[in-house]
């Protein structure tokens, strides 16, 4: 007889089950955690926007409770017991579109170091009188220039810039460009600093060091780099608020059209122009 032969199955080797791996997660927790700090930073730029508008509608509230009547004045920010009080109203956040605020916001800081610079003229001017009595002229002509620049940049490019970007005025933005081109001229004559001329400029500064007068001449010298730093922003100021003007769409025909609107709108306009007409009127029928 045949010998039984067991069949015995192979042996089939089991496998563990693996632990998943988890590749990558790393960066997974990178990128969520930029996409939170995205999130979150967008909603601050949203919570300021809101805040933004917040304020303007608060402001249109007002308006419309006093009937429409003009804000209070805050500039100056004199205090209360002054007899004099503020001339203008000015809220760059409140007023000027939020795009625009960081320009009017450089431009104002300029003109108050521009104010500072000529404050600090005139005492280096006085410094150099009293070493030398032929700096006279050029110390009088120090006083005229604080005194008279001071307000008149203020309210002659400053203001017509602010309200330029406000209301999105072309003939406030031909304003502002008309003058601040010569006040630029203007800065580049301070820093020049010609003898005589009230400028403790670079030229003025030099020639009180060879006349020996050193204290002096670092006086002005640094009074020189200050209205040099002016001249400079004065021009890369003027270019870059050029640039936004052309894209705003402003013209030249709008300027002349906003121009006329302003004239004919003044009442006293409109009185005097009727009071012409009449007086005309009546010599036209006068045998």
């Not at 805050?74 to 009080?85: G, T």
């Not at 800081?109 to 006279?136: E, H, I, K, P, R």
């Not at 604080?146 to 940049?153: H, K, Y």
């Not at 002016?230 to 769409?249: D, E, F, N, P």
């Amino acid at each position: 007889m045949p010998a039984a032969t067991s069949t015995v199955p192979p042996a089939v080797m089991k496998q563990s089950p693996t632990e998943p791996k988890n590749y990558g997660s790393y960066g997974t927790q990178e990128s969520t955690a930029a996409a939170t700090a995205d999130l979150l930073r967008r909603q601050e730029e949203l919570n300021r926007k809101a805040e933004e508008l917040d304020r303007r509608e608060r402001e249109l509230q007002n308006a419309a409770l006093t009937g429409g009547t003009m804000r209070q004045n805050n500039w100056p920010p004199l205090p209360s017991f002054c007899p004099v009080k503020p001339c203008f109203y000015q809220d760059i956040g409140v007023d000027i579109p939020q795009e625009f605020q960081k320009t009017v916001s450089i431009m104002y800081y300029l003109w108050l170091v521009s104010a500072g610079t000529l404050l600090l003229n005139f005492l280096a001017c006085l410094t150099l009188f009293c070493v030398d009595g032929s700096g006279g002229p050029g110390f009088g002509m120090s006083i005229l220039w604080v005194i008279l620049f001071t307000p008149c940049s203020f309210v002659c490019w400053y203001r017509p810039l602010y309200k330029a970007f406000r209301s999105d005025s072309s003939f406030n933005f031909f304003l502002f460009f008309f003058i601040y081109f010569v006040q630029d001229i203007v800065y580049v004559l301070e820093a020049v600093g010609i003898p005589g001329w009230g400028f403790s400029g670079w030229v003025s500064a030099l020639t009180a060091l060879k006349q020996g007068n050193t204290g002096t001449s670092v006086f002005m010298m640094i009074v020189a780099v200050l209205l040099t730093a002016t001249a400079v922003m004065g021009i890369v100021m003027l270019k870059r608020i050029h640039s936004i003007y052309r894209r705003t769409g402003a013209s030249f025909q709008k300027a002349q059209e906003e121009f006329a609107a302003g004239v004919f709108s003044n009442s006293a306009v409109r009185t005097a122009a009727t009071n012409v007409a009449a007086g005309a009127a009546q010599n036209a029928f006068k045998p």
